[in-house]
């Protein structure tokens, strides 16, 4: 359910944690890496994500403009916070490598929990706080 990405990013996580640990992380350290990509993707920062803004988010992320993000391309365009890798890894649903647009926009439907076209800071947060505990759930440790 949660295979989107925030970069998502949604793109955009490096900070809070060192290289690899396999200490569970803190709500604090989760909610940070949260701010960090939601401040990377509302651009005109008005506390709100309209889909065009996750839009520009893909776009500025696909560096190579082939409709889809590398880990490496997530990673250069993407907000910097300690989840990031097992982020990409879990929006990476077919496991390819990639992250296309569509999975992206998929994200955003399925935070956009009240259908009103603009997700919230609490509906991104819920989303982004999901998708990482989920990332930790299947990957079980931060990578390097």
């Known amino acids: 359910m949660y295979y989107i990405s925030a ?5 955009s996580v490096g900070a809070s ?6 200490a569970t992380p803190s ?11 939601f401040k990377h993707i509302d651009r005109n920062n008005d506390g709100i994500i309209q889909e ?7 776009i500025h992320a696909d560096a190579n403009h082939d409709g889809r993000i590398s880990e490496k391309e997530y990673e250069m365009g993407g907000s910097n916070h300690a989840f990031r890798q097992m982020v990409f890894l879990e929006m990476d649903n077919d496991g ?3 992250v296309d647009e569509s999975t992206l926009l998929g994200q955003y439907s399925i935070m956009n929990t009240n259908n009103d076209l603009i997700v919230s800071r609490a509906e ?8 990482i505990e989920n ?10």
Do not use: V
């Open 7 to 11: 970069l998502i990013l949604l793109l």
């Open 17 to 22: 944690f060192g290289q690899t640990t396999h």
């Open 27 to 37: 709500h604090q350290q989760i909610y940070a890496a949260t701010d960090i990509a």
């Open 52 to 58: 065009r803004e996750l839009e520009q988010a893909f």
């Open 96 to 98: 390819d490598g990639f």
């Open 124 to 131: 991104f947060d819920k989303f982004y706080t999901a998708l």
């Open 135 to 144: 990332a930790l759930q299947h990957h079980g440790y931060l990578l390097g």
